[in-house]
């Protein structure tokens, strides 16, 4: 593990800020252990905002090791975000296997087609307009905007808290965002605050690695619950079943998963609810397929938007 050149703790002021040879310290503490230790990825090589939206959602709650060969993989298959907003969701969804919570790649799809409609193909530049897409909160609108577009906005996310509560919270339990914004927003780089995100990140990874992991004593932190045996695993044995085989009634698919009837009926309804399925007069299917040839059902202005300015 690198060791850090300067001293990893810095102390606040009674403001709870830093003075200027604070900030310096903590910049150097941050920019050395980058230059010395910084991870490749690819989404780091592009100011493409499709494929930086991409990498964000697709690196919620996984492990960077699972998404980077994902994210090949998805931009192999849809490669822009016209083929996304044109795709059919089954194909979305089948894609996505591997990265769990499918939640993610019906918000992404969704994205892509309120871009396209409302949009008309321009991607939102701002943390305003991003954030009013489906499924974009406030750390990925801040994310996209300023990796893809250079817009600095102050945001935390696990990594970046980590950090924050290592460096200047030493022996705190339940440190507040509230409490660790400020210092963010002081201890940008506005020179380069692109790269001095990815610096920030970095260092909370190699934080995590330690004994102790610092970010467990936010006020935010909370425990993943085991996902075998959970009503997670439940849903995506569902989804499964349904992409290999639509058609399947409730009761046959508690007959095939082996499942109470009930607790997959209730995931029926709220899957449907979702936008992951449609009921039919066969059975369940995925939602916008047609379940008796498998073709997409295509919202006519997505197809009529797409062939008019993309093929």
Known sequence: MHQPAVPDRCSLLPDGLLDAAGVRAFQQLIRSHYQAAARPMPWRDTRDPYRILLSEIMLQQTQVERVLSKYAEFLGE???LAALAAAPLADVLRVWQGLG???RAIALKNCAVEIMIR???RFPATAAELES???IGHYTARAVALFAFGVVEPFIETNIRTVFIHTFFPGRDQVSDREIMPL???TIDHDNPREWYYALMDYGVMLKRG?????????HHTRQSPFKGSNRQLRSRILRAIMAQAGMS???????LDSDLLAVERNLEAMSQEGFLQKTSLGYGIAGEAQNNRTEVTTPLIASHNRRKYR
Do not use: I, K, M
């Open 78 to 80: 849809f490669p822009t």
């Open 119 to 121: 949009c008309d193909g």
């Open 211 to 219: 004994r102790h992991n610092p970010g467990r004593r936010s006020a």
């Open 184 to 186: 963010v927003e002081q």
């Open 101 to 103: 919570y499918n939640r």
């Open 133 to 135: 897409l489906p499924g």
């Open 250 to 256: 409730a009761e046959a698919l508690a007959g095939q």
